[in-house]
């Protein structure tokens, strides 16, 4: 969990971050041969903290701003993350983006957002030195 999760007010995600918590379980399933408890409880876990997001439809236009240019390269997946947050901060104000992926946040910023959780691209290369 990110350390500054206290500080987010308003929780705000595509509604492909529940493809993705389920897929993370699976491939920690399988893995790390999690027990089925193991799995129902991570899975309970994980999506009773998403009760608390504001759940954004993935629709055509999210698709069709996910498809533009974006100013740095990202996957397709994270184009949909950041075209959420691209479109919701045209509406939000002062909406903070939450990663812990180093591209998607180089690719936030570069979009003008505030990134919470993944340290500026600088700040990474000097720790894995």
């Known amino acids: 969990?990110?350390?500054?999760?206290?500080?987010?007010?308003?929780?705000?995600?595509?509604?492909?971050?529940?493809?993705?918590?389920?897929?993370?379980?699976?491939?920690?399933?399988?893995?790390?041969?999690l027990s089925?408890?193991?799995?129902?409880?991570?899975?309970e876990a994980a999506?009773?903290?998403?009760?608390a997001f504001?759940?954004?439809?993935?629709?055509r236009v999210v698709l069709e701003r996910a498809a533009e240019v974006f100013p740095t390269l990202i996957g397709s997946l994270d184009a949909i993350?950041?075209?959420?947050a691209v479109l919701v901060g045209a509406q939000v104000d002062d909406l903070c983006f939450a990663t812990h992926d180093g591209e998607?946040?180089?690719a936030a910023r570069a979009m003008g957002f505030k990134v919470l959780g993944a340290p500026p691209a600088s700040r990474r290369?000097?720790?894995?030195?």
């Open 54 to 59: 504001d759940i954004v439809p993935l629709d």
């Open 104 to 106: 998607l946040a180089t």
């Open 1 to 33: 969990m990110l350390p500054e999760w206290r500080r987010i007010t308003r929780p705000l995600a595509s509604e492909l971050i529940r493809l993705e918590c389920r897929r993370t379980i699976d491939r920690a399933r399988i893995r790390e041969q």
């Open 125 to 129: 290369k000097s720790r894995s030195r």
């Open 81 to 84: 993350h950041l075209a959420t």
């Open 36 to 43: 089925d408890r193991a799995v129902a409880q991570q899975r």
């Open 47 to 51: 999506l009773g903290l998403l009760d």
